[in-house]
Structure formats: C-alpha cells, structure tokens
C-alpha cells in the first residue's frame, strides 16, 4: 500500500513539476509577445542629440526563427545572400537613412587641352567639401557633365535596457529599445528595426 501511495505521490510532483514549467513558458512567451505587440504599434521615434545630429529610437521585436522566415521574407532573402541560415540568427539590426545636400558654391571657368580633337576647352568646374560630402565634377561646352560625390557617415549604434517604473523606484526591464546615431549632418535616418531571435 505505501509502494504505491509512494508511486502515486512522484507521479502527482512530476506531473506538478511539469504543469508549472509549462505555465513558466507560457507566461516568458505572452510577455514577448506583448513586447512585441507594443514595439509593432510604436513608430520610429526621430529625434535630434544635443549636439544636433540625427537619432532614432526603436524597440525590440523577439522573434522566432519561424515567426522570421513567415513574416520578414526580404530580410530572410538578404540574410541568406550572405551565406547565413535563418536558424542561426541572433540578432538583426535594418538601418536606412537619406542624405539630402544643397550645394551653394562657385563655379570657375578651366582651360584644358583636349587631345582628341587637338584643341583648347573651357570646362565649368566645381568643387565642395565640407568633411562629410564631397562633391566635384566639370561640365564642357557641349554641356556633357562629369563629377564625382561621395558621402560619409558614421553610426553609432546602441541597445540598452528601460526598467520598469514606480514612482521614483526602478526595477527588472520593461523593454529593450536600440538607439541609432547618425554622425553626418546632412543624413536623416528614415527607418530602423531591431529583431532578436528566441527559442521557442
């Protein structure tokens, strides 16, 4: 009688056991899914450093591998142009930015020998750098324009923590948000995501 009174008592603990392992999972994957369900509804939040330069903010998306591969098909294609599975993915970090210039600068007339026609050509010439961009070209009298522009940017990019809050008390972490700075002044960022990837 008391083997199996003592069969009976492991067999309701491992049933316990695993009944609350399971209500532990579920209550981890309900919490990412509201994460996510508010990092959905949030936009990208632009906003300007003190220094004056660009920055977005953006939240966390927890995603499965499965969830990816159903729902970010471009990004999936492009992961794996890299030679990368989706199964073996961390993290994903998707930045874009715009860079508009207005150019104000002086055009200067240049006398060059063009030896192909065996003549003189005056060529209206531009140059403009200011660190960031750099823009140069000619334009002859048939007014064909050759030039060159090249753009340079530097991201900072940054992942932290924002706890939770009560009053003035801060505990645990109530999401995970990515800060993306843009160190060139004519670059605007216009889209960011940030996708880290569970088990399920």
């Excluded at 159903?70 to 142009?81: D, G, I």
Aim: charged residues 25%; glycine residues 4%.
């Amino acid at each position: 009688m008391k083997k199996y009174l003592l069969i009976t008592i492991m067999v309701l603990l491992a049933v316990a056991g695993g009944a609350i392992y399971r209500c532990q999972q579920l209550k981890t994957d309900n919490e990412r899914l509201q994460g996510n369900q508010s990092a959905l509804m949030a936009d990208v939040e632009l906003y300007k450093t003190e220094a004056g330069e660009n920055a977005a903010k953006v939240q966390r998306l927890q995603l499965t591998a499965s969830e990816f591969e159903n729902q970010c098909a471009n990004l999936k294609a492009e992961v794996e142009q890299l030679g990368i599975k989706a199964s073996r993915l961390q993290t994903l970090i998707n930045t874009s930015s715009h860079t508009t210039l207005r150019i104000d600068t002086i055009v200067k007339d240049s006398v060059v020998y063009l030896p192909q026609l065996a003549r003189l050509d005056t060529l209206k010439c531009f140059e403009y750098n200011d660190g960031w961009i750099r823009a140069h070209g000619c334009i002859d009298s048939s007014n064909h324009f050759e030039g060159e522009f090249e753009s340079r940017d530097s991201l900072l990019i940054v992942a932290h923590r924002v706890p939770k809050r009560f009053l003035f008390f801060r505990w645990g972490c109530k999401r995970v948000e990515l800060d993306i700075k843009s160190s060139n002044p004519h670059s605007s960022i216009t889209h960011a995501k940030y996708l880290e990837f569970t088990k399920k």
